[in-house]
């Protein structure tokens, strides 16, 4: 039996969950995790991910050295056309590729070198092409420190609010929806709450996959507490077992389905008047639009029976304590941000929300998600989600970070999809990725791919190359979770530690000392008279400064999180944290109804593309992959597969294990079928985990006017028959038990 | 408070909240039982018996894991025959199974002076380890039958169900419905059975390796490209 040199507690780096981890390290290898019974979040519960994923840390792949192309290193010009290049051995080194031309070598180098050309670079095109053409990628993986300090280098350096990262692809609609409606953008309770709902609300959230521990407690406030869980959903998830009712809509049809309910409970007269006089506005005019979401309308469009709308309606209304959990299902659409809409709409009508056991629940997908978007990593905002066009505002940040006076950009930056369709000429030149990947995030990926080659720089802080990482110029080796110290901020607004359970591989920095030292490089290029600061000892210090400004962070230090987290807002040293929102007001003052009108999907499925295509994720893994696939977790499920209904199966001639191609407007890829009463008839469901068969190849590109979300949950597809020969894997085959 | 009772353990007058157990009535007066399957977060079973006591005018001794405290109870947790029931059960345990990953329970046996060497023709229950995932291992030699695994893979935590007892009498054991491989199973590979075992028979895969004298950098390059292949 081994015993480790010393256990180290720590945040898990997957879901928004934000469970506690309790990493046992020997001779620097973190051997295994577990997690103290009395975690306040997780209560000693952890998922495969969190228990089992963290070997990527040392994966062979990973590149523990800075990475420069050849033709950089050797002054030469940069040769035409942005090649994708991994060109990494198994072994983690670079290896020369014959194939492409040569100059597009990464060679291993230093730090100075590798730094300063990215320094020079980056100084370069901002100096010939302003502000506008510089563009960042902030990171929901990384720490808040991170993230705070990626956002203050292009703001503060680079004057530009080209700031963004994966939120965009997520939540946006329901942020942008939230802070319509409310003027807030988290989850209005935490999810621990769920036990005290007598109903609850689950809806585009596959819980059980995506948030495994809120799934239990989710279970637990069924078997244990009595509650009745009303699952709304196209897809016959795991925990429609458990629920009282399945609602199985048709996908993006949200806003007639939750708009019916909002009518079923005016008309039934189910509404906490009370609620509605004193805490909203806007109620008549709404009044008006929702006139039309009759149930039968609804089932009309949905699919959805009448009858069940209805009593959904009643039961959600009469609870007691009612709350609403919803994912990517309601933001990932052309009208994302509607769809969220109508779910404020039934809290606001029923007054569930603003008491413990209630509330509107977005589940965030990633560990700081929440976390980056407080710190700023959002092209309208600066932390603490104060708008960069009010001069206020930037008066703020300009004396935090010693910018002269109207110094900052008041101009609204591009979002993430906005950049990469604006990187040609005269638009983006420059882009730095921190942590995150494009390649297999954005929609429409060819699309995506073509926008990649257009970019004159690119710098990638990564652990992994990964599909976008193989684009870059120049490579910088950042640490995992497990090897530097910050803070995560979870889905339920809980600001947890971050430790570093041993030091880096190789030459590897944290991500907050490799930004300090290249900003320090770019600001000495610049020739600025007052520097940014950029001369931290600790991540703590960057901590302390944005919470000299951002009050919801103000009472944070790392002392008084040292055990257990606090749930923001922390307005002062003494507070004890918020873990119940809007109790007395909303923070825009009266929640706003808005009217909606039912818009189809922008792209609906016809006699050339006739199923539905939605994505999603798998328990297995996480987001692009870059991660989970270079982890043992790809060992339990190493392959993409299609589900389809069996109905559907069967007039296709398509068997269990089958190759099937999926072809859309935009792309098409090759993976087996899993045949599945899962999904719905009409129905194909892909993750989109796997790079060799890349779920946003097909995606619809088409965005949320208002939150500019992709529509990555319906689109139409075609299936064809395909042979063993065309799957990109074809000797994997691993049919699991699990649900 | 009116909600609570007052009794007397070793001696000592205490008052508890009513319904709460002798063990936690014990530990939160600072006196100690003894306990092998109970867990906080799991629901007690009174399986291996370790924690009974001796309650005046009851015939037999109380598992104070699940009984619960009582007014007026006399109550004795290191009587004689509490202390030779504990010892032979601990001699019961190291006869049958593999205790080298159970430190707590090599201790408690140093405690009680309870000897390996009690009963020699015991037969052992041995098995081989099941190595059939790449995120743990089964080695049912090490399990003592407490049941945690089986409660926080069902109602206690994930509500899963993967796992359960199989077999009867001494032929128990735990195991997955008709034998099937972990990864055919409904588990869900969150490791909450792991994370609950008190004796070392379900262990990260990794912690494995180590022990078995692979290097970490062995164990690293394992873990990549080796596909898992069904038997077509």
């Known amino acids: ?739 | 408070m009116s909600d609570n009772l007052t009794l007397v353990i070793d001696g000592q007058e205490i008052s508890v909240e009513q319904g709460k157990t002798l063990l936690e009535a014990a530990r939160e007066n600072g006196i100690d039982i003894p306990t092998i399957c109970f867990h906080e977060a799991t629901t007690a079973n009174a399986l291996c018996r370790i924690c009974v006591v001796e309650v005046e005018g009851m015939r037999l001794l109380q598992p104070a894991c699940i009984v619960k405290a009582a007014a007026n109870m006399k109550v004795q947790t290191r009587s004689d025959k509490v202390v030779r029931s504990r010892k032979t059960i601990l001699e019961m345990l190291a006869s049958t199974m593999d205790l080298s990953d159970a430190p707590e329970i090599l201790t408690m046996m140093d405690e009680y002076g309870a000897s390996h060497e009690r009963f020699p023709d015991a037969e052992r229950r041995e098995s081989d380890i099941k190595d059939d995932n790449p995120m743990y291992i089964r080695d049912y030699s090490k399990c003592l039958l407490c049941w945690r695994c089986v409660q926080v893979c069902a109602d206690d935590a994930q509500y899963t169900y993967a796992i359960n007892f199989e077999g009867r009498g001494y032929e128990s054991q735990i195991g997955t419905f008709f034998d099937k491989t972990i990864p055919e199973t409904t588990c869900v590979m969150c490791g909450q059975c792991v994370g609950v075992c008190p004796t070392g028979a379900l262990k990260p895969k990794r912690q494995f390796l180590l022990e078995q004298g692979k290097t970490p950098s062995e164990i690293s390059v394992m873990n990549t490209g080796r596909k898992q292949r069904k038997p077509r």
């Open chain 1, 1 to 739: 039996m081994i015993k480790p040199d010393h256990i180290t507690t720590s945040t898990c780096p997957y879901c928004g969950v934000g469970c506690t981890l309790q990493l046992h390290v020997r001779d620097d290898f973190i051997y295994k995790v577990t997690s103290p019974f009395d975690s306040p979040v997780n209560h000693g519960n952890l998922c495969v991910k969190g228990r089992f994923g963290y070997d990527f840390v040392y994966h062979p792949k990973r590149v523990t050295t800075p990475l420069v192309r050849r033709y950089l290193l050797e002054g030469k010009p940069k040769p035409e056309g942005r090649e994708q290049v991994y060109a990494i051995s198994s072994d983690g080194k670079p290896i020369p590729d014959s194939q492409i031309s040569n100059l597009w070598d990464w060679v291993e180098t230093d730090w100075d070198t590798a730094l300063n050309f990215v320094a020079d670079s980056l100084v370069r095109i901002y100096r010939r092409d302003g502000s506008d053409a510089m563009a960042v990628y902030c990171c929901a993986k990384a720490t808040n420190e991170d993230n705070y300090l990626l956002q203050k280098m292009y703001r503060a350096l680079f004057r530009t609010n080209n700031v963004d990262h994966c939120t965009r692809l997520c939540h946006a609609g329901s942020v942008v929806a939230l802070q319509q409606a409310i003027g807030s953008s988290a989850m209005s309770n935490t999810a621990s709450q769920v036990i005290m709902n007598d109903v609850f609300i689950v809806t585009g959230s596959n819980t059980s996959e995506n948030h495994p521990i809120i799934a239990l407690q989710m279970k637990e406030a069924v078997m244990k507490h009595g509650a009745k869980m009303i699952v709304v959903d196209p897809r016959r998830i795991d925990l429609v077992d458990m629920a009282e009712m399945w609602l199985a809509l048709k996908p993006g049809t949200n806003v007639p389905v939750f708009s019916a309910m909002a009518h079923v409970i005016v008309k039934e007269n189910l509404v906490n008047w009370e609620f509605v006089k004193n805490r909203t506005e806007g109620f008549d005019e709404f009044l008006e639009s929702l006139e039309k979401f009759t149930p039968e309308y609804a089932e009309e469009i949905s699919g959805v029976p009448a009858e069940d709308i209805r009593k959904a309606a009643r039961m959600y209304a009469r609870a007691k304590n009612g709350a609403i959990y919803w994912g990517m299902g309601i933001s990932q659409l052309s009208h994302g941000t509607a769809s969220a809409l109508a779910l404020i709409h039934l809290a606001f009508l029923t007054g569930h929300v603003g008491r413990d056991g209630t509330g509107l629940n977005p589940l965030r997908g990633q560990n700081n998600v929440q976390g980056a978007s407080d710190m700023g990593s959002m092209p309208f905002h600066y932390p603490g989600y104060m708008r960069v066009d009010n001069p206020e505002n930037r008066a703020k940040w300009e004396k935090a970070w010693n910018v002269e006076e109207g110094g900052l950009s008041l101009k609204l930056g591009l979002t993430t999809t906005e950049i990469l369709s604006h990187a040609h000429e005269g638009g983006v030149r420059a882009l730095f990725i921190m942590g995150e990947n494009p390649m297999m995030s954005e929609p429409n990926l060819n699309e995506t791919r073509r926008h990649m080659q257009e970019l004159e720089f690119l710098v990638s802080q990564d652990v992994f190359i990964n599909e976008s990482g193989a684009f870059a110029d120049v490579f910088l080796p950042a640490t995992p979770f497990a090897e530097k110290d910050g803070t995560f901020s979870n889905t339920d607004r809980r600001v947890q530690r971050v430790r570093a359970a041993h030091p880096p591989r190789g030459l590897a920095r944290p991500d907050w000392e490799i930004l300090c030292d290249l900003a320090k490089r770019i600001e000495a290029r610049l020739g600025r008279t007052n520097s940014a600061y950029w001369d931290y000892k600790h991540p703590e210090e960057i901590l302390r400064e944005m919470a000299g400004v951002n009050e919801d962070y103000a009472g944070i230090t790392y002392e008084r999180i040292d055990k257990v987290g606090l749930i923001y807002p922390v307005p002062d040293l003494n507070h004890p944290g918020t873990p119940t929102l809007f109790t007395e007001s909303f923070p825009r003052g009266r929640g706003k109804f808005h009217q909606l009108d039912y818009v189809p999907v922008m792209e609906e499925p016809d006699d050339e593309y006739p199923f539905i295509l939605t994505t999603g994720r798998l328990l297995e893994h996480w987001h692009g992959g870059t991660m989970t696939r270079n982890s043992s977790l790809n060992e339990i499920y190493p392959e993409a597969r299609a589900e389809i209904h069996p109905a559907d199966a069967d007039i296709h001639g398509i068997k269990h294990g089958d190759p099937v191609r999926l072809q859309s407007r935009r792309g098409e890829v090759v993976m087996r079928a899993t045949i599945t009463e899962k999904t719905s008839v009409g129905v194909v469901f892909i993750p989109w985990h796997f790079a060799e068969a890349a779920g946003n190849l097909l995606t619809n590109d088409a965005l949320d006017p208002q939150a500019k979300i992709p529509e990555f949950k319906a689109c139409a597809v075609q299936v064809f028959p395909a042979r063993d020969g065309d799957l990109p894997n074809p000797e994997v085959m691993l049919d699991r038990g699990r649900y």
